[in-house]
């Protein structure tokens, strides 16, 4: 099971990050997670929110660009090794990482960590069977 | 000193003599030697028995950079490809590039009219001609060279860039005089004086600088700087390359060699002449060229003339300072550039859209820099900036390709660049000429 991730390109001009949170907060939807990955040039803007695909709708009536990227979210284990646990079980699947970041959640003491893999479905069928915890965010 | 005096002190009834005699052959040439041009002056009506004179000029068709782009690659050339000697190529409207080729009666040809042009400068045969032009495909570089060559000069053929090895070979082999495009000439005094140099040190008295829009107040900068003479050299690679005109001492106008490149003042609409004095479109007659001969070729550049004898004993008329385009060609680094070769190239890539902004800057150092706006269209969105960055380079290579001079490539949000009735503001020039 993987999620999805919501993925906005922001050119480099001040302001453009709160438009896109007062839009998202106009259309109800929730953010759980934010990070931004920058060139010198522009930036990615990647969302974990509830209702990617509504999140999606309202960027794209205000002519953003952007999209829902499929994203691995899993359960890291808070304690020493946690995350090299869950990094040998990419490694021996074989799967590559395109980026990854973290985040926590309220009512949870673990982690969470993203991952960007090229075959989401593949890539997160491969960490179940490895036992790992893949989490669902919003629908 | 006058190199040709006999051609450029001449009384100006002889030279327009001697130019109805060479148009007619010209004419002559053109039908024997190329049907294109024979289809397009029998649809004008125009055999060369109805050229008697030089004011029978208004008689023969305008060429256009168009027919240049429409016969891509030859089609326009009069002789077999075995007696072209070289090609040159510069930037087009549209994909295509704009081929220009020379037989070597050509090349001479426009060795003479550079001699010309680096004479009026102040230039004597056995000065140093340090050439900082970029040499190649560009007709700046070679053509001083081969003009250098012809005055009798010792030729330094430098090209452009590295400005620390300019300055030393400068100092080092006494180089009396530079040719480059005057904002490079601004921008080697900023790196100078970056460098610590000494301008005490300085040899060049004379500077031959053209291939791009400059202002009498960037001339007595460049000279209050480098402590030197700066003359304006004119020319386009259709017509042969620099040299086509250039200044005397006296700084007022330039002097076009009109014996061999016959100059008109037309209405930009209507291509008919204006009243003498006028501004208006400059067309030039190539009166002797062999591989590529262009009549009545419209330029684009809005000039007056003025047809005084010059203090300097020169009858041949005066250029005043192109003072615009009639259309959108921008020149950058002394290449031209069609805002229309952006969407060409554009269109050709696969996701973009040919939404684009142009913004044309000089830089504090004197060189311009063109930096391309592109909008991130939701088709080649990726969450990955290395694709993105891949884009931005395959963008910023095809550029290059298209427009012969680097740009810088800046992706945009989507509806970001400023739309004006429908129509993108393509080209936004905050350079203060």
Known sequence: MYTKQLSVFLGNKPGRLLEVCRL?????????????????????????????????????????????????????????????????????AGLNIEYMYGFSIRHSDDALMVFRFDDAENASKALAAAGICIVTCGK | MIWKPEFECADPADIRTLAGKRLRSLVEYVCANNPIYRKKLADAGVTPEKINSIADIVRLPVTVKDDLRDTYPFGLFCVPQKDVAEIHVSSGTTGNYTVVGYTKADLALWSDAVARSLAASGANPGDRLQVAYGYGLFTGGLGLHYGGLEMGLSVLPMSSGQTQRQLKLMQDFNCRVLACTPSYALHMAEEAKELGFDFSQTKWKIGVFGAEPWSNAMRQEIQDKWGLKAYDIYGLSEISGPGVANECEYQDGLHIWWDVFYPEVLNPDTFEPVPEGEPGVLAITTLTKQAIPLIRYVTRDVVTLNYAKCRCGRTCPRIGRVTGRTDD????????????????????????????QLIVDRKAGGMDELEVLVEVEQSFFSDKISKLEALAATIRQKLHEALLVHVKVTLVEPKTIERSTGKSKRVIDRRKM
């Open chain 1, 24 to 92: 998202l907060g106009r259309a109800g939807v929730d953010i759980k997670a934010a990070n931004i990955a920058e060139s010198k040039d522009f930036g990615i803007l990647r969302l974990i929110v509830d209702k990617c695909d509504e999140a999606l709708a309202a960027l794209k009536a205000a002519s953003f660009s952007a999209e829902c990227t499929p994203i691995v979210a899993v359960e890291v284990p808070d304690r020493p090794g946690g995350l090299a646990q869950i990094l040998e079980a990419i490694e021996k």
């Open chain 2, 329 to 356: 060609m921008i020149i950058v680094r002394g290449i031209n550039v069609f805002p229309s070769q952006i969407e060409h190239a554009l269109l050709k890539i696969e996701g973009t859209q040919p939404y684009y």
